[in-house]
């Protein structure tokens, strides 16, 4: 990976004295043809042209012995480079790499509004968010113990890199202005996808919510290509379930947890026959 054509992590490797890290990528190739190289921002001959060697490799090797033979590839490219770096530290500044590649994949753009992930340093706002008690009314959730306490959250969420999604910080291109949040989340022991939002009170009833709401479930469906998102509220929250329907979900059924009626919906991906 390098500056030019992974442009999410230029700065990365310019803060370490790097041009680029060899990087694996799994690809199909048939007659000396590559047919599938998906996630990777170049064309079929600039993979080609970037390749610094090639295995062939059986499905079963794709995790331990691919991470294997990449591992063992960075040694000795260090060595040949003259690098200052350990396999682990060169490992590390990989993974970083990875993880704002994974972050900038999640950024979303509207008419109004630009949607970004969560960075430690949003814990103010995320406080002062969940500091209005009709804000948190309908969701469940609790104020964090402090400003630190929201930064040590969002600095340990891992959502984007994990699992390409993640709840999204809204700004108001116009003003620049910090909306609130929304986005999807995985729920991985109930293996499903949920559509959440929360903004400040000032900005509720201009539209936001469904706006970027929209977005979000735009991305999930065209770009992860996910069958299924649902989305839940508070019997007692009607806007909430507005925008369900403004999104054109559908309702599955109320439910009660912790006491509570809440109401589930769905929208699932249309497959063009």
């Not at 995790?63 to 000795?76: F, I, M, P, W």
């Not at 590390?92 to 949607?115: F, N, V, W």
């Not at 996808?193 to 400040?200: E, K, T």
């Not at 979900?249 to 249309?270: A, H, K, Q, S």
Request: glycine share 6%.
């Amino acid at each position: 990976m390098d500056g030019r054509t992974t442009i999410a992590v230029e700065s990365i490797l310019k803060k370490h004295g790097l041009t680029y890290i060899p990087e694996a990528h799994n690809y199909l190739k048939v007659n000396g043809d590559i047919l599938d190289f998906t996630g990777l921002p170049m064309s079929k001959n600039e993979l080609a042209d970037k390749l610094l060697t090639e295995i062939e490799i059986t499905p079963d090797q794709i995790t331990e012995y691919k991470v294997g033979y990449h591992r063992d590839y960075l040694a000795r490219w260090l060595v040949d480079e003259g690098l200052p770096y350990s396999l682990d530290e060169i490992w590390q500044i990989r993974e970083e790499c990875i993880k704002e590649i994974a972050r900038k994949q999640c950024e979303l753009t509207t008419d109004r509004l630009t949607m970004r992930p969560f960075r430690a340093e949003d814990g103010a706002m995320m406080y002062a968010l969940n500091d209005d008690p009709e804000v948190l009314q309908y969701t469940g959730d609790v104020q964090f113990a402090d400003v630190a306490a929201a930064s040590a959250f969002l600095r340990d969420y891992d959502q984007y890199e994990k699992y390409s999604v993640g709840r999204l910080v809204v700004i108001l291109k116009e003003t620049g202005e910090t909306l609130g949040w929304c986005g999807l989340k995985y729920h991985p022991a109930a293996d499903e996808y949920d559509i959440g939002y929360r903004l400040f009170k000032r900005h509720w009833g201009k539209g936001y919510a469904t706006e970027s709401a929209k977005a979000a479930m735009k991305y999930g469906f065209e770009t992860l290509k996910l069958d299924r998102i649902i989305g839940r509220a508070r019997v007692e929250n009607p806007a909430s379930i507005n925008v369900f329907n403004k999104l054109g979900m559908r309702f599955v059924e109320p439910y009660t947890e912790d006491g509570m009626n809440w109401v589930l919906y769905e929208m699932v991906r249309e497959i063009q026959i």
